[in-house]
């Protein structure tokens, strides 16, 4: 059963990149994406009152920036408020505890100057204040479907079609082609020259595509037609950040 579902999700990963490739943007951060939707969608419907979940988001002190936001950003007020009203609850209690351990052994509560003389720091490193975001339930969804979705890619590259497939897409963002060609090297290093040229060949069209873009913007130029290559420098932005949402 274990190696029916682990078939049925590549190929759903599989036929997923492939649509990728046909739009702006790295194939595997556009994947990702939807599989976090999909991961918000189900913590929305039921997750957020999962009781094992629940003491996960309190130790991490609630999920990292990025997801938080996006979170926000879909009219998860009462869910969220819920989350909330426990972690600060927990954070309140710690705090409480540690006042009443000083106040124990007989120590004076910490000067305000101290925080800005560069104690804030060294004390919130000892205390381990600091969210651990590591644990962010939609980072750990995010590096799944990372791993599994650099694992089909590369695999599929032993296929012309899907070589040629790729090589018409924008390419990968740094960050998955330098995981992909980590994990071709690793278990397929057959496969790492076809995954090199076909980068090489979307890097190529993206950097033409710029310096295009930047010659019409040369006022000897500027009353060529302009097209698709005007928004070039986002496709150039995408190879070099990812896609906006995935980090």
């Known amino acids: 059963m274990r190696k029916n579902t682990t078939d049925a ?9 492939r649509a990728a490739y046909g739009r702006e943007g790295c194939p595997v951060c556009m994947v990702v994406l939807q ?4 991961a918000m969608d189900s913590w929305e419907y039921e997750g957020f009152t999962d ?35 426990e972690i ?4 309140l209690q710690g705090l409480d505890g540690d006042n009443s351990k000083r106040s124990s052994a007989g120590l004076p509560a910490p000067k305000r100057g101290s925080i800005w003389n560069g104690g804030w720091r060294k004390r919130r490193r000892q205390a381990g204040v600091r969210p651990v975001f590591e644990h962010c339930p939609f980072c750990q969804s ?17 296929a012309e079609e899907d070589r040629t497939l790729f090589s018409q ?19 397929f290093p057959v496969i790492v020259p076809h995954l090199l040229a076909c980068q090489r060949i979307c ?41 906006p949402g995935v980090w």
Not at 9 to 16: G, N
């Open 35 to 38: 599989y976090l939707e999909l």
């Open 88 to 91: 600060l609850t927990d954070v």
């Open 51 to 85: 009781e094992e979940l629940r003491h996960q988001l309190i130790r991490s002190r609630g999920f990292c920036p990025l997801h938080t936001w996006q979170l926000a950003q879909r009219h998860n007020a009462f869910r969220l408020g819920l989350i909330y009203n």
């Open 9 to 17: 999700q590549r190929s759903r990963d599989a036929d997923a990149l």
């Open 169 to 187: 897409s924008t390419g990968l963002c740094l960050t998955h082609f330098t995981l992909a060609r980590q994990f071709a090297q690793e278990r």
């Open 142 to 158: 995010r590096a799944s479907a990372q791993d599994r979705l650099i694992s089909t890619l590369v695999q599929m590259l032993d």
């Open 203 to 243: 890097l190529r069209r993206v950097l033409e595509e710029v310096r295009e873009l930047a010659r019409k913007h040369d006022y000897r130029f500027s009353d060529e037609p302009r097209g698709d290559e005007m928004l070039s420098w986002r496709r150039a932005a995408e190879l070099c950040a990812g896609n």
